[in-house]
């Protein structure tokens, strides 16, 4: 059995899907790039091979569409088939190679009424476009080579993005940061290929003693590269999704009272009588930086009314997908039983609300933090002990490379084939096997750039983004 390193090719190239198989998008797209609604201004894009005889069909200025310098805006009119006045324009002509998508993209800022965009957008289509999927224009600029699927995703991560880091986090993917780690492992993986290849090639007895020490060492040094990628996916995750701290209790506790101060407004409904939140409400909120989602749910206690216990069982599901569970208790009141357990779990925060009211007995030999939602005492210390218990394991603002949950599902099955190729060098030493193995990590790794396996994951992928973009 041989088999080439073909795949060293595409190394280092962006070309991604359109590596294997040159994809020449025939079609025109068209969208509304801007959100729905209304603003001072919209911006229709049109991109594909017949944007500018589209443009050219539908404008009406002092100089013709065909005629652009690329990237300059013109002032003209969008015009209805019959000649009418759609809209007063600037239009801009970005051409092929130089542009968003790779292909000759035209940029429309017309008035940001509802209608009006819709009509531009319309006269795009009656003209030769068609709607554009979600996040297609992007996926073109990836089937045309202007970025290799990491960057592809951090646009909709820099969209997406709450705070400071995971901007900054998501930038840094869009430069290609992430792309470069992979690109190395890819080489490194390559190389020890060509060494395997060649002892296949040459030698009867398979790979020599002394190449076998040096070969392992390669291999340990892909092993760490990827391990040192797999460990940002934790903070990834949040930088993406927020951290999910759940605020749980009794009722009249004080937990809506706390989402209200964490979040610095009135959100949720606060009173003095039991039971007043049914549901799960959640808001985000940036806490010093980092992403969260907090929770506030329906407080426990034994009910009879149906819509109550349903609230409660909400309540316990949320609990179980919480990153951090703070659990409020009234220190005006006695202590529930079974307080220890909320002490001694590490993703847990024991909270004593109302510290403006006189301490119950009880409560006198509790370590635990105290806060009143009434004053505000006590919320600097809290958001710090949430920002300690989930940032010590997971939050390294000084590393902003964050990998997602695909990335992740790639660089394990890179890891287990590095691990397969390991364990084939100490057992059988067989190089065939061996490039067996390492041709399938290789695969996978490529797989978090787009350089194969693409057909199978732009649908999801791309799905995730907004039309327009
Ligand atoms: N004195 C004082 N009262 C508070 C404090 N926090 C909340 N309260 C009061 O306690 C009562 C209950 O507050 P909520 O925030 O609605 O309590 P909850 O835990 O959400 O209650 P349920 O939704 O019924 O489970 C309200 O009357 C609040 O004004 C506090 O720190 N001090
Ligand atoms: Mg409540």
Redesign the pocket.
């Known amino acids: 059995m041989h088999r080439s390193v073909e795949e060293s090719s595409l190394l280092g190239s962006r070309s991604s899907a359109a590596g294997d198989s040159e994809v020449i998008p025939a079609e025109t797209i068209a969208a509304i790039s801007t959100p729905a609604g209304e603003g001072a201004i919209a911006l229709v894009r049109i991109s594909g091979p017949n944007a500018i005889s589209i443009a050219n069909k539908i404008f009406r200025g002092k100089e013709l569409p065909p005629k652009f310098a690329s990237h300059v805006q013109h002032l003209g009119e969008v015009v209805s088939e019959s000649g009418e006045l759609i809209d007063q324009v600037m239009m801009s002509i970005h051409r092929a190679p130089a542009s968003y998508t790779g292909d000759d993209l035209v940029e429309i800022s017309c008035h940001g009424g509802t209608l009006v965009t819709a009509k531009v957008l319309e006269a795009c289509f009656r003209t030769g476009a068609r709607a554009a999927r979600p996040g297609e224009f992007t996926e073109r600029a990836f089937l045309n080579g202007k970025m290799d699927l990491t960057q592809a995703e951090a646009v909709i991560d820099l969209i997406r993005a709450r705070t400071d880091l995971a901007l900054r986090s998501a930038t840094e993917q869009l430069e290609g940061k992430l792309g470069e780690k992979i690109a190395n492992i890819r080489r490194d993986l390559v190389d020890l290929l060509a060494h395997i290849e060649a002892s296949i090639d040459f030698s009867e007895e398979g790979i020599a003693p002394d190449e076998d020490d040096k070969l392992r060492g390669r291999l340990d040094s892909v092993r760490e590269q990827i391990v040192a990628l797999l460990v940002t996916a934790d903070q990834g995750r949040i930088l993406r999704e927020g951290v999910r701290v759940v605020i749980y209790?009794?009722?009249?506790?004080?937990?809506?009272?706390?989402l209200n101060r964490l979040l610095g407004y009135e959100r949720?409904?606060?009173?003095?009588?039991?039971?007043?939140?049914r549901d799960t409400i959640e808001e985000s909120v940036n806490l010093r930086g980092v992403p969260v989602r907090l929770l506030?749910t329906?407080?426990l206690r034994t009910s009879t009314s149906e819509i109550e216990r349903e609230g409660i069982a909400r309540t316990e599901r949320s609990l179980q997908k919480a990153d951090l569970r703070l659990h409020?208790v009234?220190r005006?009141a006695p202590a529930p039983g079974h307080l220890e357990q909320s002490m001694k779990n590490g993703n847990e925060i024991l909270v004593l609300?109302?510290?403006?009211?006189p301490e119950h007995g009880d409560w006198k030999n509790c370590n635990a933090l105290r806060?009143?939602?009434?004053?505000g005492d006590g919320l600097n210390a809290l958001e710090a002990e949430i920002l300690s218990r989930i940032g010590k394991q997971s939050l390294r603002p000084e590393n902003t490379l964050a990998i997602n949950l695909r990335h992740r599902d790639c660089l394990r099955r890179a890891l287990e084939a590095c691990d397969r190729a390991h364990k084939t060098m100490e057992d059988t030493k067989s190089p065939e096997y061996i490039a067996l193995d390492l041709n399938d990590a290789l695969r996978a790794v490529g797989e978090v750039i787009g350089a194969v396996g693409v057909e199978q994951i732009l649908d999801s992928v791309f799905g995730q983004f907004c039309i327009g973009k």
């Open positions: 209790g009794a009722t009249n506790a004080g937990k809506s009272s706390l949720v409904i606060v009173s003095e009588a039991h039971g007043t939140t506030d329906a407080g409020i009234d005006n609300n109302k510290s403006d009211l806060i009143s939602c009434a004053t």
